[in-house]
C-alpha cells in the first residue's frame, strides 16, 4: 500500500469513528432524557434545553472530526 492509500484510510477511519459515536451518544442522550421526564414531568424543561445542549456537543466532535479528516 503505498502512501496515498495509508492517507486515504486515515481520513475514512477518522471520519467512520467520529460519525458513529457521536451517532450513538447522541441516541442515548435522547434515550435517557425522555426516561427522565418519564419519571419527572415537571423538569422537562430543565432536562430538554439540557439534552439540546449536550446533543450539540456530541454533534461538534463529528464537526471535528471532519475537518480533521480534510487537514490529514
Do not use: H
Not at 503505498?2 to 457521536?22: V, W
Not at 423538569?43 to 466532535?61: D, G, H, K
Amino acid at each position: 500500500m503505498d502512501a496515498e492509500g495509508i492517507g486515504l484510510l486515515a481520513k475514512a477511519s477518522t471520519i467512520a469513528i467520529g460519525g458513529i459515536a457521536p451517532a450513538i451518544a447522541i441516541g442515548l442522550i435522547g434515550s435517557k432524557g425522555l426516561e427522565a421526564m418519564g419519571r419527572n414531568p415537571e423538569a422537562a424543561p430543565r432536562i430538554q434545553s439540557s439534552m439540546i445542549l449536550v446533543a450539540a456537543f456530541a454533534e461538534a466532535i463529528a464537526v471535528y472530526a471532519l475537518v480533521i479528516a480534510f487537514m490529514v
